[in-house]
């Protein structure tokens, strides 16, 4: 343990030799074996798990292409926000499994997923997504039913007579 001091003589503030300064911090690629990075990404009730790698922009979601499980072009548009804020449209490959929610909330978290990835993969381009808000998981979730109302927060049709 530290030497125990017995009087406030003692005590006395750390010399600027003493202290320490710390750069920002240096963050390294994170890749397994076969090139890719791994991430989780989550909204609503929809959870993923995404792999991407260097590619040409194939992007498959539970076995099927992105436009044939995906088929509304908002959800793609979602889905490639992460890659054109990033600068980076084309260059990745990425591989998702998806459960839970509906399409909407799944292509949340599909998008949620491909940034915490590409800030694995590369990351440089965590500035970019952080300051478009593309890391920070969405926590909105569906509001919970109450006893003696027909939803979260519907009433009856209230009569005086």
């Known amino acids: 343990m530290a030497e125990e001091i017995k009087s406030l003589e003692e005590l006395k503030p750390p010399s600027p ?12 690629s994170v890749k397994d074996s076969l090139g890719r990075s791994y991430a989780t990404g989550k909204r609503k009730d929809a959870v993923a798990r ?3 790698k260097a590619g040409v922009g194939k992007v498959i979601v539970n076995g099927k292409e992105m436009n044939s499980y995906f088929a509304r072009p908002v959800l793609q548009m ?3 926000q992460a890659f054109s804020v990033a600068g ?3 260059q990745f490959d990425v591989t998702a499994t998806v459960k839970g929610g509906g ?6 978290a599909v998008k949620h997923g491909i940034s915490k990835a590409l800030c694995l993969f590369e ?29 979260a927060r519907k009433s009856f049709q209230f009569s005086k007579r």
């Open 50 to 52: 995404v792999w991407i």
């Open 88 to 90: 980076v449209d084309d």
């Open 78 to 80: 979602v889905i490639g």
């Open 123 to 151: 990351p440089s381009l965590r500035g970019a997504l952080k300051s478009a808000g593309f890391l920070t998981r969405d926590s909105r979730v569906v509001e919970r039913k109450k006893y003696g109302k027909p939803k």
């Open 17 to 28: 030799a003493d202290i320490v300064e710390e750069g920002p911090v240096k963050r390294e």
């Open 103 to 108: 399409l909407s909330g799944q292509a949340g």
